[in-house]
């Protein structure tokens, strides 16, 4: 299976190649980068395939990270992995990354469970937490920093996403210290693109994947005028 993974919910802006017979990425390139994957991404896209030598008719499926994470970002990678599955005719799956942020900690230790947290700012962090074989402890939620610390009742745990320093310099005084701290940017490309293998597109839709409504609202004013006129 050839699969196209794409990532830029967060502070990359991603792509790569996976062939799953091969078991190996043929093709792989992430910039790092706060603002400006729109501009960033169909080059990278370009040069990713370029360098595979895969045409777009010969994938098998586009994966796609949902969020959540910026909501500029996320947006901007589900409308290229859209339009290139349409345009190639080939399904599209969407993979969240706190998943992929987990997936490559799985099963590294048993006894370790794995807390996925994304900084949600205001003091709030997007957080998961799985068992060290994967078994689900807390299902995604959005919450003050503060309520996520409170997973440290179920042991010494492995945290990963950008917000795992923040939570391990808060990590309370009297429970057991994080097993490890691993504050990656932006959950590695490989693994969304394994992830997006090993899915069902009918189980993972390539949506928006969201805990709480945007920061940003239209105004009143702007609300006012994309009313209709009122009828005469």
Not at 136 to 155: H, K, M, T, W, Y
Request: hydrophobic share 50%.
């Amino acid at each position: 299976m050839l699969i196209l993974a794409i990532d830029t919910a967060l502070d990359a802006c991603a792509a790569a190649v996976l062939d799953t017979d091969a078991a190996q990425l043929i093709a792989r390139e992430s910039q790092p980068m706060k603002r400006g994957h729109a501009e960033a991404l169909m080059p990278l896209i370009a040069r990713v395939m370029e360098a595979s030598g895969v045409a777009f008719t010969a994938l098998d499926r586009i994966a796609v990270t949902t969020g959540p994470g910026s909501f500029t970002g996320l947006r901007v990678g589900l409308s290229a992995a859209r339009g290139i599955g349409l345009a190639a005719g080939k399904p599209v799956v969407g993979l969240t990354t706190l998943t992929a942020y987990a997936a490559p900690v799985v099963g590294q230790n048993a006894a370790q469970p794995v807390i996925s947290a994304i900084d949600a700012r205001h003091d709030h962090v997007y957080y998961q937490v799985v068992s060290g074989d994967g078994g689900s402890l807390v299902r995604p939620r959005v919450a003050p920093i503060a309520e996520a610390l409170d997973a440290a009742r179920f042991g010494a745990p492995h945290l990963v996403g950008n917000a795992a320093g923040i939570l391990g310099q808060r990590w309370p005084a009297d429970a057991e210290p994080p097993f490890r701290v691993d504050p990656q940017p932006a959950p590695d490309i490989a693994w969304v693109a394994w992830l997006g293998a090993a899915v069902s597109p009918d189980a993972a839709p390539a949506r928006p994947y969201y805990l709480r409504p945007p920061d940003a609202k239209p105004s009143q004013d702007a609300l006012q005028k994309a009313a209709p006129p009122p009828a005469s």
